[in-house]
């Protein structure tokens, strides 16, 4: 599915679309499963965060080691090779600025990182030639619920040329270079119409909590 | 595929999982340290600050304050899953290059930026770091090149049932 049509989604879920285009949406959604599939997954998206945001950050927390239990420390490409699936988040996750840290803009990748104890990443320093390493991948997989079926899709994956190409993009901001220091962060995008706004979301450290919850 | 698509959920989750319960009590503006105007002498070439807009997200039932303006990202998810924004700041810190600005956020926290460099077609290159007095840095670094205007945000900060919402831009 391209990114097109998951934005379309994205729009009807969001109540975005004009009426016209909600409806046809709906007859969409009505013959294709994959176009349900990926609604309802979407739809799951807004609910866990929902959830999440009245949790504490315990179980957060609990999450971001799940995820980041999942992340190596080779590069983007190893992790590939590793029978990861790449991400290909929707667009309130993956239009990433093509600049930076040539992320999502290059193929609707979400970047997870973490760091510990100070490595920095910069967009310039691909992690393979990094002189801080270890440091994160770029590219993250995520723990499932189930064994992941088949090689990783290579669809998402960004090429350098691609990157390469991104970096010279035109962007309004961008993310050059983060170090979340022994905490958690995420990086992605945000639309905002013709414009692109990246975001630093920080895991703040819960005060309280030394719980851990289950993986999702 | 189902399981596939909910991988960036996970993420997704993981990154807002945030909110740290706490006593809902309207926050006291920050203090910039560098509120002063401007020494008076001669004019630099090129004059940038950072405006930054402190906001608290929650799930009240207020909507998103008009002092904030229009930011189409906040209706957007992650943020949207926020049903409330309330400007808790607005500083403007002139950045020059080598002179760090400092401005106190709500929780305690210190904002710091600085200019690191000056780029073509009314772009600058910023620093910006979040301090916890007394302990660890928050967050140590972070570099973000942006033209004149254009947004970038941290969020995540946990406050006051609820987190804080970061919204800078570099403005002349």
Known sequence: MNRDAEDRLMRYLDGDCEPAEAAEVERWLARSPEARALLADFETAGELVREVSHQGAARADGIADSVMAHIGSGGTHDHHAGGGRL????????????????????????????????????????????????????????????PQAGPAEPQGAPSEPQAAAADEGEVGASIEAVDFGGGNGTIFVVSSGPEETPVVWLMDEPPTSKGRMKPL | MRLERIGPLAVLVAMLGLAVPRAAVAGPAGKDHNAAPP?????????????????????????????????????????????????????????????????????????????????????????????????????????????????????????????????FRVVK
């Open chain 1, 87 to 146: 991400l290909r988040p929707g667009r309130w996750l993956a239009r990433a600025p093509a600049a930076g840290l040539a992320l999502a803009a290059a193929a609707s990748v979400a970047l997870f990182l973490r760091s510990h104890g100070g490595p920095v990443l910069r967009a310039s320093e691909p992690p393979a030639s990094s002189s801080r390493a270890p440091l994160v991948l770029p590219v993250a997989t995520v723990p499932t619920a189930e």
């Open chain 2, 39 to 167: 020494a008076p002498g001669p004019a630099a070439p090129l004059s940038y600050s950072a405006e930054v807009l402190v906001l608290h997200a929650t799930n009240g039932d207020k909507g998103i304050d008009p002092r904030i303006g229009d930011m189409p990202e906040l209706k957007k998810i992650p943020f949207s899953s926020y049903k409330t924004y309330e400007l808790l700041q607005k500083a403007k810190l002139p950045l020059k290059q080598g002179e760090p600005r400092t401005l106190d956020l709500p929780n305690g926290r210190v904002l710091q930026m600085k200019l690191v460099d000056v780029l073509p077609g009314d772009a600058a290159k910023v620093s910006a770091s979040i301090n916890q007095p007394g302990g660890k840095t928050f967050l140590p670094l972070l570099e973000v090149k942006a033209k004149v205007g254009q947004p970038f945000i941290v969020a995540g900060q946990a406050y006051k049932s609820g987190i804080l919402v970061l919204v």
